[in-house]
């Protein structure tokens, strides 16, 4: 690159886009193959969920583009209000008939039309005022007191009303994202060392104190041994994997979406794609979210200021983060979170939010030096 | 220093995206591991889990007669099954099907909480029962058709059947012996679900049903004959006052066996509370002393083996013969002077007989009992054959020989008898008796066809042709113990007898509890029947000419009139005959009042108007049992038309030729 280009407008990462485009549109067909069964019974039409996630698709490319066209510097102004946002929606949650119960867990407002998953929005939110707060503050990371210590309480407040809801999975995530920014941000090893002991008690602490997290962390260690009851979910996500074998069984003909597996098409929709697509298509998806981390750090890379720098690692690794959690957890190589896949998984707030994430991105890239 | 952070910055960037590499390198080594290299054993494991398999017993094979007819099938009846873990209200779904199969509510309720998947509720239950349970609709309890074995003619053959369990497998006779072969393999049913248990039709192509491996058993048995000996049996017993009765017919030249029927009878339909007892087959499984029906092989023997000429004449002491400290009567205490060897079997002389014997010596005559097949097993197949009791020839005493010479102080079965009594008409010839003629197929194709076997040559059919004669005089001649035989046109050969049931508790010979006997065959000249009629214990007419001969007759009679018609070489025409032939040909103005539907499988059929054969035609269909009193046309029927099927499926037919 030379002087010429310097400070021009470049046309966003089109590899990026592509990746993005692949993955909804699998995505896509796969939330149709699996819900179609359970969309049948629940609301007598197989394409119910079908209708609203192309809805969510929608509202999903128009947030993308929004955000492509707001340079991203204009963001850094929504940083202080981002946090006070993300906590009075996180209290709200509280309040009866505005938060909404599913599954045990207290994580949609209520909007009437609606649900609205608001740490997906949190997550979104905390990079931005994260990467705000570490590029302003660049100079004192050095400070334990400055450079970890406020980060690391601000992110505090955010991360104990989401424990609250309960939301283990989306807390631990926030967790790993604020060790990486500060990492990168160049806090000390030494530092991030002491936070990293300091915050293992702490979650093995929340795993004793929810029986259900140390029955699926039980599961996870030998799934075979409760295979009825706690193993069941991880076991059927492993037997998918296992049926589909190398090439799959076709796309549309899995047996495991008739109710063996819970949740086909949001939590286990990657074991929905191994039973009908096989090694093949989970390889095919992996690499995309490869090709998504590698161009993501890339435009970090690139970035032209410390805080797109940060604003992009920071979004790449919640993206990528997401995507790990949840395939090592279908796999069983970690205990299940109940977490969705970025871009595959079926719900409105997440893809809503992913596709931000990937206009913020892609805005960035146009920014390049 | 901005240069030097700016490099740090990014190798800091760098070692985070090699960290995700890392991440997802081992995510796709993992699914590398799942889906590749283990992935045959997860599917197998998911496949289980998405087919329900039950395991059915196969339809069993039928038990045909000679002539195709069933006379041991299976019917298909529903039996209730549940899938406790799919019954949401247990309680209330126990009271209900309580209600319905008329069972304990608690014995069900204990069922449907357990903690198994799959239970049987009830097996086999009636249609009706079966149109309420699946009406009722209750989620996790289902039919299954399961079959039911059936014995479309009640008590026919009842003896060579036998029957089955509960389970269908073969308890007794036939059922029994040949119980793997009509088994079959046990058929599985299998279908792919869902995790609710919920049957997947668009699927259904996996299902694999194993095809029915099982075999069906093609009999010796003439069905026809098989009923008209029983008839004739059963009748004589009743008129006799007999304990009860055997009767065989074969085929002297091939030693099928066309009829093998025991008096009384049971209906293998429903053996409940029926003593083992009832259902043995005594043609096979007791043996008795023969008295004179074994004369015939002392004869024969002693003519092949030349010791006597039939020109021979014994004194018969005028009906009082010392053996050894044993004196030798004459039955009846008849008293003969010089009798030639064919009179001493036309008068049965039992002194003349012992003097044969006598003369023969007792290891000729020993072996001529063997050659004939007595003392050993026939090896027909069926089960609990006995052998009878022939003492070896060493423990004979004078007396003993004497004795045997008349079939006293031997133990034959009826089987031995009429195999023995084939072989003098068959040439000398003795065939090995059979019953199973072959096995064929699920579509009914021969797998298996058994052919006669010779078991071997007993005497010179010189010889065979000298009794044979011989015994025809026995019953042709006017002064013939076995006159009562004759038939009509038809040389018979045959020979009486009467033993005396040896009584254990007291350890002599029984003077008034005799077994009456005649036993025989015809044509003499080509004989193609031969028949043993047993009586045991008979009130009236203890002698064997008067109370087996007529049976013998009778049977004889029918068989050369319906059956075996190119026998006889004047068919006799009677009037009787004449007026059914012209009522049959008026069949058309009788009017078949069917004023039930005919079609409704669940209700008894009306029979009225119908003829024996298309009664017996639409029972069969419905797997009803019919009894049929009278000849001509359906008049009465009870249970009446249109009354519902229930677990007994029988009706009694009255027919008249009177309309």
């Known amino acids: 690159m030379d002087a010429a280009a310097k400070n021009e407008e470049k046309s966003p990462d089109v590899i990026l886009l592509l990746v993005i485009l692949i993955l909804i549109t699998v995505g896509t067909a796969m939330i149709y193959s699996s819900s179609s069964i359970i969309a049948l019974e629940r609301f007598k039409d197989g394409q119910y969920f079908l209708k609203k996630q192309i809805v969510f698709v929608f509202m999903g490319i128009v947030a993308m583009v929004l955000m492509i066209k707001i340079p991203y510097t204009q963001l850094r102004k929504a940083a202080y209000p981002g946090v006070i946002l993300s906590l009075i929606l996180l209290l709200l949650l509280f309040v009866p008939h505005i938060g909404l119960k599913r599954g045990g867990a207290t994580r949609w407002l209520n909007l009437v039309f609606f649900s609205f998953q608001v740490t997906e929005m949190v997550k979104i939110l905390m990079i931005l005022f994260l990467a705000h707060l570490l590029a302003r503050k660049t100079h004192q990371l050095q400070k334990f007191s400055r450079g970890v210590l406020i980060p690391l309480a601000i992110t505090a407040v955010v991360i104990l009303p989401i424990l609250f809801q309960p939301d283990f999975g989306t807390a631990v995530i926030i967790a790993m994202i604020l060790v990486m920014m500060l990492y990168i941000a160049g806090t000390r090893i030494k530092h991030l060392l002491i936070l990293a002991a300091a915050l293992i008690p702490v979650a093995v602490l929340l795993v004793l104190q929810k029986g259900y997290r140390m029955a699926r962390l039980t599961a996870f260690l030998d799934p075979w041994k409760d295979a009825g009851n706690s193993g069941f979910q991880i076991i059927q996500s492993l037997l998918s994997f296992g049926s589909g074998g190398t090439f799959g069984v076709g796309i549309g003909d899995g047996m495991q979406k008739l109710f063996y597996l819970p949740e086909p098409h949001t939590d286990f929709i990657l074991s929905i794609i191994a039973e009908e697509s096989g090694f093949i298509g989970v390889t095919i998806i992996i690499v995309m979210f490869i090709i998504f981390a590698l161009r993501g750090f890339m435009i970090s890379l690139k970035a032209p200021d410390l805080f797109g720098t940060l604003l992009a690692a920071g979004l790449t690794m919640v993206i990528a983060l997401g995507a790990f959690i949840n395939i090592a957890g279908v796999m069983g190589l970690i205990p299940l979170k109940g977490l969705t896949l970025p871009f595959l998984s079926y719900g409105g707030t997440s893809f809503v939010m992913s596709m931000t994430a990937v206009g913020i991105l892609l805005n960035i890239s146009t920014q390049t030096v | ?659």
């Open chain 2, 1 to 659: 220093m901005a240069a030097d952070s700016k490099k740090w910055l990014k190798v800091r960037i760098v070692s985070l995206l090699v960290f995700f590499l890392v991440l997802f390198i081992a995510l796709i080594s993992r699914a590398f591991q799942l889906q590749v290299l283990s992935g045959q054993k997860l599917k197998t494991l998911a496949q289980k889990q998405h087919t329900a398999t039950l395991p059915l017993q196969a339809e069993r094979g039928v038990i045909y007669d000679r002539n195709g007819e069933k006379l041991a099938a299976s019917i298909l009846a529903d039996s209730v099954c549940a899938d406790p873990s799919r019954i949401a209200e247990p309680s209330r779904a126990s009271a209900q099907l309580a209600q319905i199969l008329e069972m304990d509510k608690n014995a069900i309720y204990k069922k449907l909480a357990g903690p198994k998947n799959f239970i049987w509720l009830a097996r086999r239950i009636s249609p009706d029962q079966a149109v309420i349970v699946e009406n009722a609709n209750i989620d996790g309890v289902f039919l299954v058709k399961e079959p039911k074995r059936f014995y479309p003619n009640g008590e026919l053959a009842a003896h060579l059947l036998g029957f089955v369990g509960s389970d269908t497998s073969g308890l007794e006779g036939l059922e029994k012996k040949y119980d793997e072969l009509l088994k079959g393999k046990s058929q599985k049913h299998v279908w792919t679900r869902d995790a609710k248990g919920k049957r997947l039709f668009p699927h259904a192509d996996n299902e694999e049903a194993v095809k029915d491996v099982n075999n069906n058993l093609v009999l010796t048995i003439d069905s026809r004959i098989q009923y008209l000996v029983e008839t004739h049996l059963k009748e004589a017993v009743q008129s006799k006052g007999a304990r009860g009765g055997i009767a065989i017919v074969m085929d002297p030249k091939t030693g099928e066996i066309l009829a093998m029927a025991n008096e009384a009878g049971f209906n293998p339909n429903n053996i409940k509370g029926i003593k083992p007892e009832r259902w043995r087959n005594r043609a096979i499984a007791d043996s008795f002393d023969p008295g004179s029906t074994f004369k015939p092989f002392l004869v024969a023997g002693a003519l092949d083996a030349g010791i006597i000429k039939e020109k021979d004449k014994f004194f018969c002491e005028w009906g009082r013969y010392k053996v050894a400290d044993r004196i030798i009567r004459e039955a009846n205490s008849k008293k003969h002077g010089t009798l030639s060897v064919p009179d001493i079997l036309k008068y049965s002389s039992n002194i003349g007989s012992s003097k044969i014997a006598e003369k023969m010596g007792r290891e000729k005559f020993h072996d001529y009992i063997e050659k004939f097949g007595f003392g050993a097993r026939t090896g027909i197949e069926l089960n609990g054959e006995a052998k009878g009791l022939l003492r070896p020839m060493q423990k004979w005493t004078k007396v003993d020989t004497a004795m045997i010479a008349f079939g006293q102080g031997i133990s034959v079965t009826a089987i031995q008898l009429i195999s023995a009594i084939s072989a003098i008409a068959n040439n000398g010839i003795l065939m090995k008796p059979y019953i199973v003629r072959g096995f064929t197929d699920n579509d009914n194709r021969l797998v298996k066809m058994y052919t006669p076997t010779v078991a071997r040559q007993v005497i010179s059919p010189e010889t065979a042709r000298r009794v044979t004669a011989m015994l025809t005089e026995v019953v042709d001649a006017s002064d013939g113990t076995g006159k009562n035989a004759r038939i009509v046109n038809v040389a018979v050969a045959g020979k009486t007898g009467t033993s005396q049931i040896f009584d254990f508790s007291r350890g002599i010979y029984s003077r008034d509890k005799v077994r009456t006997s005649f036993i025989g065959f015809f044509p003499a000249d080509n004989p193609q029947v031969a028949i043993l009629v047993i009586l045991d214990q008979p009130q009236h007419d203890k002698w064997g000419g008067v109370a087996a001969a007529p049976v013998f007759k009778n049977i004889g009679e029918q068989i050369l009139n319906c059956y075996k018609t190119n026998i006889r070489e004047n068919p006799v025409f009677d009037q009787d005959q004449a007026n059914k032939l012209q009522l049959v040909a008026a069949e058309q103005n009788i009017p078949a009042p069917i004023t039930v539907d005919n079609n409704d499988e669940t209700v008894m059929p009306d029979f009225q108007g119908l003829t024996i054969r298309e009664t017996i035609k639409i029972a069969k269909a419905r797997a009803i049992e019919v009894s049929i009193a009278g000849s001509g046309w359906a008049i009465n029927q009870y249970p009446k038309a249109g009354t519902p099927l229930t677990e007994d499926r029988s009706c009694k037919v009255t027919f008249s030729v009177s309309d």
